[in-house]
Nanobody
């Protein structure tokens, strides 16, 4: 069994920054793909960023140049550094980690960008 624990969400003013973290624990042989998604009220869940096992990255168009995804393999943790935040970034952010080719979801963490 694999557990994902997210942290780092909160309330921030427009233009501010937040850093999200998601740590995987449990029965882990290898972690393949790690990603962040988000879901705003009334909208579908969308991909924010993904990082592969070789540290290749892909970003959603709306966050390109503002968000950075990274991973610490020793800690089984994926991070999302979010800069220049906008009100439209307000959403619940979920991590998705593929462990031994099985995908797991975190519980979600709320990010609210508002003055």
């Amino acid at each position: 069994q694999v557990q994902l624990v997210e942290s780092g969400g909160g309330l921030v003013q427009p233009g501010g920054s937040l850093r999200l973290a998601c740590r995987a624990s449990g029965s882990i042989f290898s972690i393949n793909r790690m990603a962040w998604y988000r879901q705003a009220p009334g909208k579908q869940r969308e991909l924010v960023a993904v990082i592969g096992s070789a540290d290749s990255t892909v970003y959603g168009d709306s966050v390109l140049g503002r968000f950075t995804i990274s991973r610490d393999n020793a800690k089984n943790t994926v991070y999302l550094q979010m800069n220049s935040l906008k009100p439209e970034d307000t959403a619940v952010y979920y991590c998705n980690v593929r462990v031994d080719w099985v995908g797991y979801w975190g519980q979600g963490t709320q990010v609210t960008v508002s003055s």
